[in-house]
T-cell receptor
Framework: ETGVTQTPRHLVMGMTNKKSLKCEQH?????MYWYKQSAKKPLELMFV???????ENNSVPSRFSPECPNSSHLFLHLHTLQPEDSALYLCASSQEGGAGANVLTFGAGSRLTVL | GENVEQHPSTLSVQEGDSAVIKCTYSDSASNYFPWYKQELGKGPQLIIDIRSNVGEKKDQRIAVTLNKTAKHFSLHITETQPEDSAVYFCAAKISNFGNEKLTFGTGTRLTIIP
């Protein structure tokens, strides 16, 4: 385990369902991220939170809704998704400020399949 | 914005041989270049990084080289072992100890043949 825990590891949902992905980090980091990983594409940054405040929304469709209640927890709420949203969703954290600012620690990901 | 290209997309090498993965970047202001390794069923993990004020960095069997003029950097793995089999991602960003966006390459699937 890297210190970043993601649940569920696998999720299958229909286009009309509502589900949530959860991420928890035990590293004392102050920044958390959602990335989308699709085959043969670069990792796509979706959202960034610093000290619980959203600092980046990388033009993500509104059917993805992030929530960061505290510096240790991050959620991604999903509703009315499309089949092309099927991917591995990775959560990451980092300690912003100082020498560790650039190092991302990733979770194992949540494999999402939209039917 | 920054664009990172990574080659090759797949690479197979005999155990014990060396492997080289190459990346180019577009933004000359980028000054931080990490490499991540992703094993099956896991998230990417940082294995080595380099800043633009140095040309080469080594850590045991892995090394990274940076050519700022040509805007390319490479990962070198020597004496490859089966556990080196994974997908490797390069990345680049402008780093001022903030949360500037990290741009990733498309990944290289490295297979070590026993």
């Amino acid at each position: 385990e890297t210190g970043v825990t993601q649940t569920p590891r696998h999720l299958v949902m229909g286009m009309t369902n509502k589900k949530s992905l959860k991420c928890e980090q035990h590293l004392g980091h102050n920044a958390m991220y959602w990335y989308k990983q699709s085959a043969k594409k670069p990792l796509e940054l979706m959202f960034v939170y610093n000290f619980k405040e959203q600092t980046e929304n990388n033009s993500v469709p509104s059917r993805f809704s992030p929530e960061c209640p505290n510096s240790s927890h991050l959620f991604l709420h999903l509703h009315t998704l499309q089949p092309e949203d099927s991917a591995l969703y990775l959560c990451a954290s980092s300690q912003e400020g100082g020498a560790g600012a650039n190092v991302l620690t990733f979770g194992a990901g949540s494999r999402l399949t939209v039917l | 914005g920054e664009n990172v290209e990574q080659h090759p997309s797949t690479l197979s090498v005999q155990e014990g041989d060396s492997a080289v993965i190459k990346c180019t970047y577009s933004d000359s202001a980028s000054n931080y270049f990490p490499w991540y390794k992703q094993e099956l069923g896991k998230g990417p993990q940082l294995i080595i990084d380099i800043r633009s004020n140095v040309g080469e960095k080594k850590d045991q069997r892995i090394a990274v080289t940076l050519n700022k003029t040509a805007k390319h950097f490479s990962l070198h793995i020597t004496e490859t072992q089966p556990e080196d089999s994974a997908v490797y991602f390069c990345a680049a960003k402008i780093s001022n100890f903030g949360n500037e966006k990290l741009t990733f390459g498309t990944g290289t699937r490295l297979t070590i043949i026993p």
